[in-house]
């Protein structure tokens, strides 16, 4: 028995120095290589950026949504979108098919209630000029009247080629269609060692890791940076629109001065010379009006990977007990990532579940091919909802964008329907309710139609 009990312990014990083994069996790489390595590291998140930001010739993005939600008014709705659109990185010529609808399984309600509608539309720009036929435009109401007159007007241009030939939207085109900031790529030529403060090489776990604090300062002055380039970006953009709801310099300036960054706490886990992981243990986020604690929790290892909590929580300064807090839950397989997110409110007496959402994501990337499906589950006390998605990239070649000929010209379009509108522009004229026209001198114009309906004439 003694023997037994030698050959067991000594098992357990050659186990566990194995165990021990394997999980401290990692370099202590320095900083700069730890963030190399973590940089550098293969992710699906990075594949598809830059299979997206590949200056491929052609693309074709096709995408189809399948939503079915009930209201809280218990009616059951289904919503379909279908879109199929092919983009020339080199001319910036684009062509999009797009096919909306949406039924309900209601009968006609009171007030003015839509009951289905559908509505299919092409549209095309080519040599930065805006080209859109409809193909199809239906509405069943209970305000069926004025639907059907409305209808009359649309369906007039139905399979015919529009245009809105007028140079700010030819501008505008051209401009968009730069090549726009990206973020990601400015903040990769950063040098990100600096936003880090008090490393300091530990472990974590068992494994070799550095600790990290955030540097305040960096991160304000890297901030700013990015705002400057947005900044530049956003009014070459709209360098037209002379009003603009955008941040001043001042009111920017300003919550950046407010903005405090304090308890903060991180480590880069080294798990072998190829694989880093970035853990945020707690970091606080403190402005003006609101203080924000955010969490990150590795959990026991699934099959596949660590699964992962965040937790975010926002509270209004003031008023410490009015509480905001997210919790999403991340759990990693082998093709596929299950994503939870939980909206909470309090108010420091009661906690309400604001929504929550189920995920469950899915991808697959090729050499020229990128297939997306994100489907998920939301919940509310007013509104439930399922949404199945499918998203389909495609690097493709010789698609042919071809002119219109026949476009109408919808301005002119627009101008003829609203004759109308030179009598009220002439300012010898103003139109009395009483249906009777005067002069601006007080001469009153015969109501011919008046007369021949009465046979009175004055």
């Known amino acids: 028995m003694k023997l037994k009990n030698f050959w067991l312990f000594s098992a357990v014990a050659l186990i566990g120095l194995m165990l021990t083994w394997c999980k401290t069996n990692a370099p202590e790489l320095s900083f700069e290589e730890t963030l190399k390595v973590y940089s550098e590291q293969p992710s699906m998140m990075k594949d598809v950026l830059a299979f997206v930001n590949d200056t491929w010739s052609q693309i ?5 949504v399948e939503t079915k939600y009930d209201a809280w008014d218990s009616i059951k709705w289904a919503l379909s979108l279908k879109t199929d659109i092919v983009s020339d990185n080199e001319s910036k010529d684009t062509e999009a098919k797009l096919s909306l609808s949406l039924t309900s399984d209601a009968e006609i309600q009171e007030g003015f209630f839509v009951k289905s509608a559908k509505i299919d539309l092409t549209t ?4 930065f000029k805006l080209y859109f036929k409809l193909l199809d435009f239906s509405v069943e109401s209970n305000q069926q009247e004025y639907v059907a007159m409305i209808s009359e007007i649309v369906n007039g241009f139905k399979n015919k080629w529009l245009t809105i030939d007028a140079e700010e939207y030819s501008n505008l085109l051209k401009v968009s269609s730069e090549k726009n900031f990206d ?3 400015y903040l990769e030529d950063k040098d990100n060692d600096k936003i880090f403060s008090d490393k300091e090489l530990t472990k974590y776990d068992w494994y070799p890791a550095w600790k990290v604090s955030f540097n305040e300062e960096e991160i304000k002055r890297l901030t700013k940076e990015l705002y400057e380039e947005e900044k530049k970006e956003s009014e070459k953009l709209y360098s037209w629109d002379n009003e603009s709801d955008e941040v001043s310099d001042e009111e920017f300036n300003a919550m950046l001065d407010d903005l405090k960054i304090e308890n903060s706490e991180a480590y880069f886990v080294i798990r072998s010379s190829d694989k880093v992981d970035f853990i945020l243990k707690n970091l606080d986020i403190i402005t003006a009006w609101e203080k924000i604690n955010i969490t990150d929790t590795i959990n026991k290892k699934t099959i596949w990977k660590d699964s992962e909590t965040i937790v975010i929580t926002i509270s209004d300064v003031e008023e410490s007990s009015s509480v905001v807090k997210i919790t999403i839950n991340i759990n990693p397989g082998l093709t596929s990532c299950g994503l939870s997110i939980k909206v909470e409110a309090s108010d420091g007496e009661e906690t309400q579940e604001l929504f929550n959402i189920e995920w469950d994501i899915s991808a697959s990337l090729s050499e020229k091919t990128l297939k997306l499906n994100p489907n998920f ?9 399922d949404v199945v998605l499918g998203f389909v990239s495609n690097k493709i070649e010789d698609y042919k964008f071809d002119t219109p000929e026949d476009a109408q010209d919808l301005n002119e379009i627009i101008e003829s329907l609203l004759w109308w509108e030179e009598y009220l522009d002439d300012e010898d004229y103003v139109y009395d309710f009483d249906e009777e026209w005067e002069d601006v001198e007080g001469e ?14 004055e």
């Not at 074709?60 to 189809?64: C, P």
């Not at 589950?377 to 909802?385: G, V």
């Not at 109501?447 to 021949?452: G, P, R, S, V």
């Open 60 to 64: 074709e993005n096709k995408l189809d």
């Open 124 to 127: 095309l720009v080519k040599d």
């Open 183 to 185: 973020m990601f790529t």
């Open 377 to 385: 589950r939301l919940t509310s006390d007013s509104l439930s909802a």
């Open 444 to 457: 009153e114009v015969v109501d011919e139609e008046a007369e021949e309906e009465t046979g009175d004439v």
